[in-house]
């Protein structure tokens, strides 16, 4: 990093983007539970989507869960960045990322803790999956987090290791997006040949009637 890209303490025309993944596991109990009345067993967490540490760049990852658990703001220092409880219904989680450089605003994702299945979720055996990719963007980040991002360590894979195939995701969307597009193509080229056929119509019509008005004239 030259000394002229710095400006103001930032790294100038310079963006750094990570990618994480936040998601949740839960597992049914096959009832509810005599002691408390939970149904479920869940885990909640922030994962880097490639295996490296995010505490180089990270401080803390703060997790709010529900007013009605005990302590429903837990602080994580280091990874793995997660959270593992039980209960009986889905709510909303906020996970808030703060940085070594306070200069760096935190960052929050929201996650819909996901405790039952619909088409929004994976099974794997008798493990519910919830999980949703996203990107941390660092744009122009200050000159104490640059080398920090760009400086990462590996992490235990263990650790990274994500359930959903967001690569295959992004193949399948990517395909999706092509034939939506060739689809509307096809759809707008119909129709302007509907319209051309239909002025060509109007033009025909136009002159049928020009014509005969002209007839008529001819004969009053």
């Not at 596991?25 to 989507?49: A, I, M, N, Q």
């Not at 099974?123 to 000159?143: A, G, Q, R, V, W």
């Amino acid at each position: 990093m030259s000394h002229d890209q710095v400006v103001g303490g930032r790294v100038r025309g310079v963006t750094v983007v990570k990618a994480i993944v936040v998601g949740n596991t839960s597992v049914y109990l096959g009832g509810k539970r005599d002691t408390d009345g939970h149904t479920h067993t869940w885990t909640v967490y922030l994962k880097p989507f490639k295996s490296e540490n995010m505490s180089t760049y990270v401080k803390k990852v703060h997790f709010k869960l529900h007013d009605s658990y005990s302590q429903p703001l837990r602080v994580l220092t280091k990874p793995p960045y997660r959270v593992s409880e039980s209960g009986w219904g889905e709510f909303e989680i906020m996970v808030k990322v703060f940085f070594h450089d306070p200069s760096e605003k935190p960052v929050t994702f929201l996650h819909l803790l996901k405790l039952f299945q619909n088409e929004t979720v994976t099974m794997k055996d008798k493990t519910l999956i919830s999980e949703n990719y996203d990107e941390i963007i660092f744009t122009e980040p200050t000159s104490l987090m640059y080398p920090l991002l760009i400086n990462t360590k590996a992490l235990d894979p263990s650790l990274s290791q994500h359930h959903q195939n967001f690569e295959e995701i992004e193949r399948k969307t990517f395909t999706a997006i092509v034939e939506a597009r060739r689809k509307i193509k096809t759809e707008i080229a119909e129709l302007s040949t509907r319209i051309k056929n239909q002025k060509e119509s109007y033009q025909i019509i136009k002159q049928e009637v020009k014509e005969l008005e002209q007839e008529q004239n001819t004969k009053t």
